[in-house]
C-alpha cells in the first residue's frame, strides 16, 4: 500500500522558517512535488524535484525562500521555508509520480496535508 505522510507544519510569525517533511511507502518515485492550497483558493504547484534532484523546480511566489531537498535512502522529500509571509498560510501536499510535472492532476498519489500557518 503506498502512503504519503506529511509532518512538520505549524504556527509561525512573518519571517520564521519552518520545514516540512514528506515520507513515502509502500515505492519509489521519479518525482516528488510540494503543492500548497488556501482556503478558497485552488491547489497550487509550489516546489518539484526529480529523483536524482538534478532538476528542480519553483513557483515564483517561493523562489529564494523554499528549498525543495530528498534523501532517496529515507524515501523522504523535504520543503525547507525561509523568510515565511502570512500569505504562504496554507495546507500543504506533498504529491509524488513517475513523470515530471506542475499539474496536480499529473499525480494519483498524494498525503493528508499538512497546516501552516504564518501570522503577521
Known amino acids: 500500500q503506498v502512503q504519503l505522510v506529511e509532518s512538520g507544519g505549524g504556527l509561525v510569525q512573518a519571517g520564521g522558517s519552518l520545514r516540512l517533511s514528506c515520507v513515502a511507502s509502500?515505492?519509489?518515485?521519479?518525482?516528488m512535488d510540494w503543492f500548497r492550497q488556501a482556503p478558497g483558493k485552488e491547489r497550487e504547484f509550489v516546489a518539484a524535484i526529480s529523483w536524482s534532484g538534478g532538476r528542480i523546480y519553483y513557483a515564483d511566489s517561493v523562489k529564494g525562500r523554499f528549498t525543495i531537498s530528498r534523501d532517496n535512502a529515507k524515501n523522504t522529500v523535504y520543503l525547507q521555508m525561509n523568510s515565511l509571509k502570512p500569505e504562504d498560510t496554507a495546507v500543504y501536499y506533498c504529491?509524488?509520480?513517475?513523470?515530471?510535472?506542475?499539474?496536480?492532476?499529473?499525480?494519483?498519489?498524494w498525503g493528508q496535508g499538512t497546516q501552516v500557518t504564518v501570522s503577521s
Open positions: 504529491a509524488a509520480g513517475s513523470r515530471w510535472s506542475l499539474e496536480t492532476s499529473e499525480y494519483n498519489y
Open positions: 509502500g515505492r519509489t518515485f521519479n518525482v
